[in-house]
């Protein structure tokens, strides 16, 4: 069953620093595939979302580009920021803590 | 011939460079992941499904547009702040303390404005140049402008128009506002120092961020 997107639209952010402190640096393609490669297809990463992310973290300093000529093309390569490497753990430690407790919360209604 | 018809369409869709290349190169990644025969309806649809068309990407590209020249806004404040920040702030106090020592050496000889006003006269026109060289000359195969111009041309433009709002109101000969020599001194004096600290951020800004942000 595929996961609804609207669910990870949150999330958005943490699932790109987090792919980027994994790998050095990716292009927007690239990430696409790599969420559904990983997800086996169930989570569908929407270029008309994703592009907008990795601006507005770009703007907010917490990722760097860099281009390079590639099949006689110009290709963005986004990577994280000394900033964005800081940003990440404290994003990761946010979603851990939000997934328990709405873990924790379903749980519950789950029980009564 | 399927080259130029998608760098059509796509050049049609954006507006600055980097979106441009973004755009062609996400759509060249997917014909050449496509199991499809290659139709210009493919690319528009790729186009519409993965960025929403070409309203979408326009409006998008303003919004990042804006966004990196508020970026580019604070960092070179920023770089301005750190002129005054040690050990870079020995500049500026070497700055201040020339200011005060010309101030009071002119108080009785009288002081001659016009080499300090031609120097920052000088700096903020070349300023000023370094865009239209790097937009106009150097940059003049691009078919789109970079997104970062607009940062480019309102930074070296403030410089500009400060000079000739300060020069014609309060510094020239037939200034608007008659004020007495010893605050036109002051005037040419600080302005001076400001047009340093300008410059000094502004190259640092260029050196260190330029090329980081929107590659």
């Known amino acids: 069953m595929a996961v609804n997107n609207e669910l990870f639209k949150g999330t958005l952010q943490t699932i790109i620093l987090n792919l980027l402190s994994e790998n050095e640096r990716m292009y927007g393609y690239e990430i696409t595939q790599k969420v559904k490669s990983i997800t086996q297809g169930e989570l569908l990463l929407k270029e008309g979302a994703l592009y907008p992310a990795l601006h507005k973290l770009e703007a907010g300093g917490l990722l760097e580009t860099t281009t390079e000529v590639v099949d006689n093309r110009v290709r963005k390569y986004y990577s994280l920021s000394q900033n964005g490497e800081k940003e990440v753990v404290n994003k990761l430690q946010e979603a851990k803590d939000f997934i328990n407790q709405l873990q924790l919360l379903l749980n519950l209604k789950a029980s009564l | 011939m399927q080259q130029q018809e998608v760098v059509q369409v796509i050049s049609d869709a954006t507006k600055y460079r980097e979106t441009y290349d973004e755009v062609y190169d996400h759509v060249l990644s997917r014909l050449a992941a496509s199991n499809q025969i290659y139709t210009l309806a493919l690319v528009n649809e790729i186009l519409l499904n993965d960025f929403g068309g070409k ?107 400060f000079y000739v709002f300060a020069f014609f109101w309060f510094i020239s000969k037939d200034s608007l506002v008659d004020i007495d020599n010893n605050l036109k001194t002051i005037i040419v004096l600080s302005l001076f120092c400001f047009t340093s600290i300008y410059l000094r951020a502004f190259i640092k800004l260029y050196g260190k961020k330029f090329t980081v942000l929107t590659a």
């Open chain 2, 55 to 161: 309203t979408e990407i326009l409006a998008e590209e303003n919004v990042y547009a804006k966004n990196i020249n508020k970026q580019y806004f604070r960092a070179f404040k920023e770089e301005i702040l750190n002129t005054f920040k040690w050990p870079t702030a020995m500049a500026n106090i070497s700055l201040i303390l020339f200011w005060v020592f010309l101030y009071y050496s002119s108080l009785n000889t009288g002081f001659n404005s016009k080499p300090l006003t031609a120097a920052i006269g000088v700096i903020v026109i070349l300023m000023c140049l370094f865009y239209y060289l790097k937009r106009y000359y150097l940059d003049r195969k691009s078919k789109k402008p970079s997104i970062k111009y607009s940062f480019l041309q309102a930074s070296t433009s403030i410089g500009i128009s």
